[in-house]
Structures are given as structure tokens and as C-alpha cells.
Nanobody
Framework: QVQLVESGGGLVQPGGSLRLSCAAS????????MDWFRQAPGKERELVASITSGGTTNYANSVKGRFTISRDNAKKTGYLQMNSLKPEDTAVYYCHLHVSPIIGYWGQGTQVTVSS
């Protein structure tokens, strides 16, 4: 059974940092691309960042220069380092393992709240 478990969310002040983790089990993690999405209240889920199996990264314009996606294939874990956080970054963050164009697995989500 494939499982993705996120951790690292919480409450942080504007300008602060958080690092999210996504631990995978039950699947050959290293061969698949991984994404981080987020969903704010009343808004659609949006792609924040992605990383291929080879380490190529892409970011949404809203987080470029502030967020960094990475992965440790030996640990089957992906990360999202978030710096210079803004109130508009407040959302539930989800990791997603992109197995094929029609198959993907989601984590349960972790809440990130940026507020003073």
C-alpha cells in the first residue's frame, strides 16, 4: 500500500521559514517525479513546485526565489523549504507522487499558517 506522509507544517510569523517533509512508503519512490501543491480556503488546489526523478525543478512564479524543493531518494523523502513566508502562503500543503499521467498518490496534507 502506497503512503505519503507529510510533516513540518505549523504557525509561523511573516518572514519566517518552515521545512515540509513527505515520506513515501510502499513504492519505488526514486523513479517518480514529486510535486507539492497547496490549497487555501475557498481556492483551488495549485501547484507550488515539482522535481523530477533526476532532480530538475520547477516553481510557481509566486514562490520562486523563496521556496526550494528537494528529495532524498535513499530516504524516500521529499522536502519543501519555505523561506520569507507571507500571509498569502497560508494553505494546506500536499505532496503528490506523479507515477504516470493518470496515476498519482497524495499525502494527507499539512497546514501552514503565516500570521503575526
Amino acid at each position: 500500500q502506497v503512503q505519503l506522509v507529510e510533516s513540518g507544517g505549523g504557525l509561523v510569523q511573516p518572514g519566517g521559514s518552515l521545512r515540509l517533509s513527505c515520506a513515501a512508503s510502499g513504492i519505488g519512490y526514486s523513479i517518480y517525479a514529486m510535486d507539492w501543491f497547496r490549497q487555501a480556503p475557498g481556492k483551488e488546489r495549485e501547484l507550488v513546485a515539482s522535481i523530477t526523478s533526476g532532480g530538475t525543478t520547477n516553481y510557481a512564479n509566486s514562490v520562486k526565489g523563496r521556496f526550494t524543493i528537494s528529495r532524498d531518494n535513499a530516504k524516500k523523502t521529499g522536502y519543501l523549504q519555505m523561506n520569507s513566508l507571507k500571509p498569502e502562503d497560508t494553505a494546506v500543503y500536499y505532496c503528490h507522487l506523479h507515477v504516470s499521467p493518470i496515476i498519482g498518490y497524495w499525502g494527507q496534507g499539512t497546514q501552514v499558517t503565516v500570521s503575526s
